[in-house]
């Protein structure tokens, strides 16, 4: 299919998704999908019920990784607002030549349900967007991925990064570590990403090598999906039907070596000024695949964490 060529919608959705019903109609079961997804993301736990009851392990950090301008910090702020119930943009985001964001920083996120708005079970970690001046070197990325860099340090990718640097953390606990790496892809430059950003597209492989060193999982978030899917554009809840989606996705995957199935295409809110349901529901599916992710990589961890993060009981 060209890119020129006007989207085509697929009879059935090319991936299964929970209860995907058009969310814009008012019926008690389009309105339970998205509340669905809401509940299950606040009532997360690491490893949940694989876990003995006086065993909680805190909290797990997803690293956000991306090139400028591919919608990082802006994958934040929609899942951000999706809890807010409104548009909730915390972290600084927004097209310009270099990366808005200059802290490696690591976002909480409050429950929308509770009255004492206590932080979820995650936190959405966030740093600057690489470009061809400031690629991340293997030994900063080895630093973040075994957390030990502090929070809002302000972290230049290609910087030098010295233990004796204040808040340094020597000896990080599992509980400090990133537990899932999501690349953030915009869609639009998909079929040209290894012409246009050379030298991006082989420092994203050369994390990938660090990465799988230490064993942690990637997943790729295809943002920026209304721009490539003129049905997506109409209706969000278009986009697993859409066959222009459906291969970004295969070509994402090849390029950079992720089953498709850890691929997920989303919508940012960047235009809007209100929640749209369907761009929620794309939000928290994403989610929801992130924390599976996560789950899966600590429960090669289990030993340790009943080890050393049980409750004693005074």
């Not at 669905?36 to 909290?59: A, I, Q, R, T």
């Not at 639009?188 to 420092?203: F, Q, R, S």
């Not at 529901?281 to 990589?297: P, V, Y």
Request: proline letters at 5%; glycine letters at 6%.
């Amino acid at each position: 299919m060209s890119e020129n060529e006007k989207d085509v919608l697929r009879e059935t959705p090319w991936r299964t998704t929970v209860n995907w019903n058009n969310p814009f109609e008012t019926s008690v079961e389009s309105q339970y999908s998205l509340e669905e997804l809401k509940d299950d993301c606040e009532n997360y736990e690491p490893l949940g019920e694989l876990l003995p009851g006086d065993v909680h392990f805190p909290k797990v950090n997803i690293l956000l990784l991306g090139r400028v301008g591919s919608g990082k910090s802006s994958v934040f702020n929609t899942i951000n607002s999706c809890f807010r119930g409104k548009i909730f943009n915390v972290a600084r985001s927004g097209s310009t030549k270099h990366s808005l964001t200059t802290k490696f920083t690591k976002y909480p996120i409050l429950s929308g349900r509770s009255t004492l708005r206590l932080p979820m079970k995650f936190r959405i970690c966030d740093m600057r967007g690489l470009e061809d001046d400031h690629l991340m070197s293997k030994e900063n990325m080895r630093f973040i991925l075994e957390g030990n860099i502090p929070d809002r340090y302000p972290l230049d990718p290609c910087g030098h990064i010295s233990s004796d640097m204040p808040g340094f953390k020597k000896n990080p606990g599992l509980d400090d570590k990133i537990h899932c790496v999501a690349i953030v892809q915009d869609a639009t430059i998909v079929d040209a990403m290894a012409d246009l950003n050379p030298e991006v597209t082989k420092n994203k492989k050369e994390m990938q090598t660090v990465m799988n060193s230490l064993d942690i999982p990637q997943v790729v978030i295809l943002t920026k999906i209304d721009s490539i899917s003129d049905v997506t554009e109409d209706d969000p809840a278009n986009a697993f039907r859409s066959q222009k989606v459906e291969r970004c996705v295969g070509k994402v995957s090849e390029i950079l070596g992720i089953n498709r199935n850890m691929v997920f295409p989303m919508m940012n809110y960047e235009a809007e000024d209100q929640l749209n349901p369907s761009i929620d529901i794309m939000s928290l599916l994403t989610l929801k695949g992130l924390l599976n992710t996560c789950d899966a990589h600590l429960f090669h961890h289990y030993d340790e964490i009943v080890e050393r993060y049980t409750v004693t009981q005074s």
